[in-house]
């Protein structure tokens, strides 16, 4: 059974939030991208909970019923972290696994780096990380295309035209998929009647992004490698039909990840939780029951 309440964080954000399982148990976080919503993880919730675990899945912040702070630096990678550091506390850290997709991954990437204590192991489902993702988007005209709707969704208009036509430019993103019956599109419907500027302030705040004439974009960023490792047993799990995310994303990724476990999946899309949860969820356990090849990282 799902559970859903309002998490009022020590730093003034309140986080509506998805749960299965009681509290006490080894803990399990979930974290959702764009153009999505905690939802998308509650067949995984349940699974993890019927087997001994504590499973949260929050809104992040701008999103569902979360807090929307109205200034677009508020949505800088700083305070997504804080956010989610704020409920690791709450919920209690160590995790034993932090599991993330899209822009939920890039909060856990930085978690992952700033505060490694915080979990025991991560999964990214389709999120780059953001070494990979940098050099892709400096250099590989192919990303740079596939990247192209991130300039899209920082006009000051993006929100207006995502609700035209009745979400007609958000369905699209998902394509024809089998999966996206009426009822789930309803509880999009939902979602996005409730939220939309938060979640395209992400792309506003975020120079990550394709360089144009007049905006550099990536190109003007540089990264030290102290910003991009990961010292935890980390399970990369990757759709190679992602039309958005390209597989070169994935080259390079165990300059970044000494403990990598990189499983790639043929024939899945970015919207692999919804295509193929069972198979999902039967890799995260997998990951989870694998011991650690070597200790966590000291608190």
């Known amino acids: 059974m799902i559970e859903t309440w309002q998490q009022p964080l020590p730093h003034g954000i309140t986080l509506s939030c998805r749960a299965a399982g009681e509290r006490g148990r080894p803990a399990l976080l979930f974290l959702h991208g764009f153009p999505e919503a905690a939802f998308i993880?509650?067949?995984?919730?349940?699974?993890?909970?019927?087997?001994?675990?504590?499973?949260?899945?929050?809104?992040?912040?701008?999103?569902?019923?979360?807090?929307?702070?109205?200034?677009?630096?508020?949505?800088?990678?700083?305070?997504?972290?804080?956010?989610?550091a704020a409920l690791i506390a709450i919920e209690g850290a160590p995790l034993d696994m932090l599991v993330a997709h899209d822009w939920g991954g890039a909060v856990a990437w930085n978690l992952a780096n700033q505060m490694p204590q915080l979990a025991k192991k991560l999964a990214i489902?389709?999120?780059?990380?953001?070494?990979?993702?940098?050099?892709?988007?400096k250099s590989n005209p192919r990303q740079q295309a596939a990247s192209a709707y991130m300039n899209f969704l920082i006009r000051p208009d993006a929100e207006a035209l995502l609700r035209a036509d009745g979400y007609r430019r958000l369905f699209q993103f998902f394509g024809g998929a089998a999966w996206l019956t009426e009822?789930?599109?309803?509880?999009?419907?939902?979602?996005?009647?409730?939220?939309?500027?938060?979640?395209?302030?992400?792309?506003?705040?975020?120079?990550?992004?394709?360089?144009?004439?007049?905006?550099?974009?990536?190109?003007?960023?540089?990264?030290?490698?102290a910003m991009?490792?990961?010292?935890?047993?980390?399970?990369?799990?990757?759709?190679?039909?992602?039309?958005?995310?390209p597989r070169e994303l994935i080259d390079g990724l165990d300059a970044y990840i000494p403990d990598l476990t990189l499983e790639k999946v043929p024939g899945a899309t970015h919207w692999i939780i919804h295509e193929r949860p069972a198979f999902v969820i039967e890799r995260l356990e997998a990951f989870l029951n694998t011991p650690a090849a070597r200790p966590p990282a000291a608190s």
């Not at 489902?125 to 988007?137: A, D, K, M, Q």
């Not at 991009?228 to 995310?245: C, F, G, K, R, S």
């Open 125 to 137: 489902v389709n999120s780059p990380h953001p070494g990979t993702f940098l050099r892709e988007l």
């Open 228 to 245: 991009l490792a990961v010292d935890l047993p980390t399970l990369v799990l990757w759709a190679m039909e992602d039309a958005a995310l």
């Open 41 to 84: 993880w509650d067949e995984v919730l349940a699974h993890f909970a019927a087997r001994g675990y504590r499973c949260v899945a929050p809104n992040l912040r701008g999103f569902e019923h979360s807090s929307q702070p109205v200034e677009v630096s508020a949505y800088r990678a700083k305070h997504l972290v804080q956010d989610i």
């Open 183 to 225: 009822e789930v599109k309803q509880r999009y419907r939902e979602v996005w009647d409730a939220s939309l500027t938060g979640g395209c302030n992400y792309y506003r705040a975020s120079p990550l992004r394709p360089p144009r004439p007049d905006d550099p974009g990536a190109a003007a960023i540089e990264l030290p490698h």
